[in-house]
Each structure stands twice: as C-alpha cells, then as structure tokens.
C-alpha cells in the first residue's frame, strides 16, 4: 500500500520551454501532495503543499508563477516548469499524505531528474 | 523553530557490521513526529519508521532497529549486520503536527556506504 508514481522519471528539455511532472497516489486518495526539490548530495527543499481543489501554497523564495501546480482530484498533481533554464535542472520529488489519524505519513514517488539545456 | 540535525554525513563499514545513524531534534511542541527515510540510489525516499513523541518504545524490524530518547532528543537508527543494499543516504525528519497537510523538516541526510 501507499504507493505513489511520478511521470516521466527524467527529462531533457531546451530551455525556454515548460515541462510538466505527473505525481498520482496509486492505491488511496491523497488529500495533501508536496513538490520537493532536491540538488546533488543535498537534503529536500520543500517549494510548496497542494490540496486537492485548492490553490497551492508556496514556500518562500519559491516563484508560483514559474512553478505552477494543480492537484485536480485526490489521486493527481502536477507540477509544471515554465519557460525552463537550466538553472532548474534538478531532481524533483512528490509526496502524498491522506488526511486519516495515523495513516498521515508522506509517501514519497521516484522522483524526476529534469535537466535543461 | 524546528530542527533536525545529522551530525554524521558520511558512514563507510564493511558488510555485516552494525552502523549507528544519529539524529538529533530540537522542537518547542510536546507533541510532535519522527521518521527516517531511506533514499538509495534510484532516488525515490522509502519511508521506514515513524515515532509519536509520547511513545518512547524502541521499535525492532529485523535487521533494523530505532531508540527514541525525550531526554536528549535523539531518534538514533541501528542496522545490524549491514548488507551492501543498505548503501544508501538516510534521512531522519520532524514533523510538529499531524494530518495531511503537515510538513517535514528534514535532516541532511547521511550517506551510508556498505562495502562487500
């Protein structure tokens, strides 16, 4: 149980254009998801928690209008980087939380390695 | 504020040795949640272990076992008999609330490196 898939497991793209990542929690409904990023040999900065329906909250320092994030339903998120550089290229993480007592532990998916060029 | 800290960084032991990873907290909350992830090479974060703060019970799982000390805030994590697929980087993280929305704060992470 507590599965969660992220698409596509890694990117290249030219800079300049958007790339989106799919994260779904395959066996429950996820009410929370968070979009992390990781940098080589570094620990995870979290850029922003979605709620299924609502607007995304975003940590500070981290750019909603480049990071943009939709959470449609209890099972998908999506992040989308816009206009990438490659100062984005990193390794891109999601988790999915269920909003049950005890059963709130964030469940990470693989993680997607984006590089722009 | 919240805080973890993994003081060791990296851990090199030849397989079967036991390998003590150490975390340290500091939190303001009585009430509060550790974990430890496990993030080997491939990438994705495994979760292992999560502790309430008002449960002080060591917790055994095969090779695995964790010790949760209030006293000196600490969720230090034992592997015994190591094996070269517990090469990986472990990371011990805080959370001040529970639901869905709460959020982690992560340690560093300490890379462990089994060597056959």
């Known amino acids: 149980g507590a599965v969660v898939s992220q698409h596509p497991s890694r990117v290249i793209c030219k800079s300049g254009t958007s790339v989106k990542i799919e994260c779904r929690s395959l066996?429950?409904?996820?009410?929370?998801m968070f979009w992390y990023r990781q940098f080589p040999k570094q620990s995870l900065m979290l850029m922003a928690t979605?709620?299924?329906?609502?607007?995304?909250?975003?940590e500070q320092g981290v750019e909603k209008d480049k990071f943009l994030i939709n959470h449609a339903s209890l099972t998908l998120s999506t992040l989308t980087v816009t206009s990438a550089h490659p100062e984005d290229s990193s390794f891109y993480i999601c988790?999915?939380?269920?909003?049950?007592?005890?059963?709130?532990?964030?469940?990470f998916g693989p993680g997607t390695r984006l590089t722009v060029l | 504020a919240q805080k973890v800290t993994q003081a060791q960084t990296e851990i090199s032991v030849v397989e079967k040795e036991d390998v003590t990873l150490d975390c340290v907290y500091e939190?303001?909350?009585?009430?509060?949640?550790l974990f430890w992830y496990k993030q080997p090479p491939s990438g994705e974060l495994v979760f292992l272990i999560r502790?309430?703060?008002?449960?002080?019970q060591n917790e055994i799982s095969g090779r695995y076992s964790w010790n949760f000390q209030k006293s000196t805030s600490s969720f230090n994590f034992t592997i015994t008999a190591s094996q070269v697929v517990d090469s990986a980087v472990y990371f011990c993280?805080?959370?001040?609330?529970?639901?869905?929305?709460?959020?982690?704060?992560f340690g560093k992470g300490i890379t462990l490196s089994v060597r056959p």
């Open positions: 988790s999915a939380s269920q909003d049950i007592p005890f059963l709130d532990t964030q469940y």
């Open positions: 939190t303001r909350d009585t009430t509060y949640y």
């Open positions: 993280a805080l959370s001040e609330s529970s639901g869905a929305n709460s959020k982690l704060t």
């Open positions: 066996d429950f409904q996820a009410t929370t």
């Open positions: 979605s709620n299924e329906g609502s607007k995304a909250t975003y």
């Open positions: 502790r309430n703060s008002f449960d002080e």
